[in-house]
């Protein structure tokens, strides 16, 4: 042995090729501090031996390396510029002098080689991949980009154009995938990944592979002319720009960075992308994306820990067929929980069923499954006009119309069919699930689970907790949306839960701005450009549909009179008497047309600032800042609300659900991380300024005396 580390080892194999093994207690290996500095220990060790001829980097764990520690990210880049640069300086340092080894050195790569993970293996002369290997620079889906050496090594090694779009995509490559883009030399297969690792790496040694050429190519300049670097990065910023849109800033600054370093050597060219790396980590946009993905791992946690205390589901049943009930069966089969879909009426089965065969077809004609899984996904969903099968069910979702008279009838119905340790959950959007409860002999079986359309490309499920509801049921059915794929969220019970409990005071807000004069294609404008909603609220409330809307709104004022009750004629109140239903009619706020795709184009119809003219009490502009105002004060305050009464958990959980269930902007993190952004005392005076306008705009007590206090939602970042 000649380095022995916490998180690696090194040692000589044969005939002075040492091994570099990468093998972290648990279940992974990762860059984080501990274990860069154990690699830079090992490396110093190396260059003292005398009888090295050539080093192997190999994992003992079935990922290569997945990244670097990101719960480490936001004690980093709270540190000081300065200081944060010098780290990564550092950090170069040590792939630094991996790379610099006078002798040949390879990376036998199995599994994820990802972020630094990526970078550490660009820092070695041969890559050999197994055929499981999926290699990969995701930094900029966390707003940041490469700062270990990876805008440097990798357009130098495959180019700059292939290298831009890994990059800037943010996605990884499968490994015959990567043998293409030159990303590795080779793959073979996992049993002999490590002996043909070997064969090579002699080769190397024996002067048959020229390992110094290849070195040479990633320290010097990028190889191209200036007629070739113009048009590549310009169509690269240009691709870019549009793909990105302006609130993500990390994919164009990684292209500037290339192109800023193209004619540098190496060590010029990592000074450049340290850089920009640093002012990207600085940006509160990173801040908010390293906090989402550490909420989505903290939610994937707690469903983890569901799975090992629930029963699985090894059967499921889906009361009322129709779109909803069809996504619903397509997304449990497509997962492997065969289903039983029953309805009343076989033309709602027919419904379920072509729901869930076109969107096979869709996944047929990407080429994401062969004529097989297709098959055996349709197979697994057994439309039915009876109960017979039922009593083998585990856990029945009932998807039946949004009424609670017919919803109780249905739940008490199936009841008496299933066998009484058979879980039963309600997919509804608002009504109690206490209220729903009242209808069963076995009260702590049932719970809500709440699933947004579409299903099947909707994260977010989610699961209500009833008065009588026990963990048992609430942890298989956790289990449950997690086999499904689904991010489940665990909420108490109330008029909307959360999600929908904390999106109509954002659409009374988008009310009385209209009853106050304004358009309401600027509003749309302004919340979809500026603050980054994927839909303004207009929008919104088309593809939601303007008679759903209705009725939940009328549900959310009987449950919260006081602020979301209303006693004017509202333009959503319009919308309706006009039966402007939105997309499902053709016209709504907007009209309707199908494009060439088959998708729904919306445009401007001349009708309807007529029809709004009769709920506008003035005509009035408002500029962007007062827009945003008085559309987000009404949720940020319901969204606070909520966690003040435990209907939601933790911050984390709230700014996961309206991510993941609203498409709340993930540049901005999420309401609690946008308001820790913000800084609560200069919120509490926004908010206080629009006091006036009624109860939705009035602070909750809790919000005003963290404030008062000087908190934030989330704990400060330690500096690492």
């Known amino acids: ?262 004619r540098c050597s190496r060590d010029e060219a990592l000074a450049i992308e340290n850089k920009y790396f640093v002012t990207l980590a600085k940006t509160e946009i990173a801040q908010a994306l390293v906090g989402i993905f550490l909420n989505d791992q903290y939610i994937k946690a707690k469903a983890k820990q569901a799975v090992k205390a629930g029963k699985p589901t090894q059967k499921g049943m889906v009361l009322g067929a129709g779109i909803m009930g069809g996504g619903i069966a397509y997304q449990s089969s497509l997962k492997g929980v065969p289903v039983l879909m029953k309805d009343i009426a076989d033309t709602s089965l027919d419904l379920g069923m072509n729901e869930a065969a076109k969107l096979l077809n869709k996944q047929l004609e990407r080429g994401r499954i062969d004529g097989l899984k297709m098959a055996k996904v349709l197979s697994g969903i057994t439309p039915s006009l009876h109960y017979s099968g039922a009593e083998g069910v585990d856990v029945v979702i009932e998807a039946v119309v949004e009424n609670p008279k017919i919803k109780a009838a249905v739940l008490s119905d199936v009841e008496q069919h299933v066998s009484d340790d058979t879980v039963i959950a309600s997919n509804t959007s608002t009504i109690p699930i206490n209220l729903l409860a009242a209808s069963l002999q076995r009260p702590e079986n049932f719970c809500g689970m709440h699933f947004f359309n579409p299903v099947h490309r909707m994260p977010l499920v989610e699961i209500i907790r009833g008065e009588k509801t026990s963990d048992e049921t609430i942890n298989r059915v956790v289990a449950y949306a997690a086999k499904m794929g689904k991010s489940p969220i665990v909420v108490n019970d109330c008029p909307g839960f959360f999600v929908n409990r904390v999106l109509f005071p954002y659409f009374a807000g988008f009310s009385m701005l209209l009853r106050d004069g304004a358009d309401f294609v600027k509003v749309d404008k302004v919340m979809e450009r500026q603050f980054g909603w994927p839909m303004g609220p207009a929008y919104l409330l088309d593809v939601v549909g303007i008679d759903t809307a209705h009725h939940a709104q009328a549900v959310m004022a009987e449950g919260f009179p006081e602020r979301m009750g209303k006693d004017y004629k509202d333009a959503v109140d319009v919308m309706f008497e006009t039966e402007r239903y939105g997309q499902k009619n053709g016209k709504g706020f907007f009209s309707y047309s199908i494009d060439r795709k088959g998708k729904p184009k919306k445009s401007i119809d001349p009708e309807v600032a007529g029809l709004l003219a009769q709920v506008a009490t003035a005509t009035q502009q408002y500029d962007d800042e007062a827009i945003i105002a008085r559309m987000m004060v009404p949720m940020i305050n319901e969204v606070a609300r909520c966690l003040e009464e435990n209907i939601i958990a933790s911050p984390a959980d709230a700014d996961m659900a309206l991510v993941y269930g609203l498409g709340f902007p993930p540049f901005r993190g999420g309401v609690f991380r946008y308001l820790d952004t913000l800084g609560l005392n200069n919120y509490v005076a926004l908010a206080d300024s629009l006091a006036h306008l009624g109860a939705i705009y009035q602070v909750p007590n809790g919000l005003r005396e963290k404030a008062e206090k000087g908190e934030t939602y989330y704990p400060a970042p330690n500096n690492a």
């Open 1 to 262: 042995m000649i380095y022995q580390g916490e998180t690696l080892s090194v040692r000589y194999l044969e005939d002075g090729i040492a091994e570099l093994n990468l093998d972290a207690p648990g279940s992974i290996n990762k860059f984080d501090l501990k274990t860069l500095e154990s690699f830079n220990e090992a490396l110093n060790v190396l260059y003292h031996q005398t009888d090295l001829k050539g080093l192997l980097l190999t994992s003992n764990k079935d990922a290569f390396i997945v990244g670097a520690d990101i719960t480490e990210f936001l004690g980093l880049f709270a540190q000081p510029a300065e200081e944060l640069s010098q780290w990564v300086s550092h950090a170069n340092d040590i792939f630094n002098k991996l790379e610099d080894l006078p002798v040949p050195t390879l990376s036998a790569i199995n599994g994820h080689a990802l972020g630094g993970g990526c970078e550490c293996v660009l820092a070695t002369d041969f890559r050999l991949a197994d055929s499981t290997a999926r290699i990969g620079l995701p930094e900029t889906k966390l707003g940041i980009m490469p700062g270990f050496g990876g805008t440097v090594r990798l357009p130098r090694l495959i180019g700059a154009d292939s290298a831009m779009e890994i990059i800037t995509a943010g996605k990884d490559k499968k490994a015959n995938d990567a043998l293409k883009l030159g990303l590795v030399d080779a793959v073979v297969e996992p049993s002999i990944l490590k002996d043909a690792a070997i064969i090579m790496l002699k080769n190397a040694i024996a002067g048959k592979l020229d390992w110094q050429s290849r070195r040479a190519q990633k320290k010097a300049p990028l190889q191209l002319n200036r007629i070739e670097a113009t048009m590549s990065f310009n169509v690269a910023k240009g691709m870019v720009s549009q793909a990105a849109g302006p609130h993500y800033p990390a994919p164009i600054t990684a292209v500037k960075t290339i192109e800023e370093a193209a």
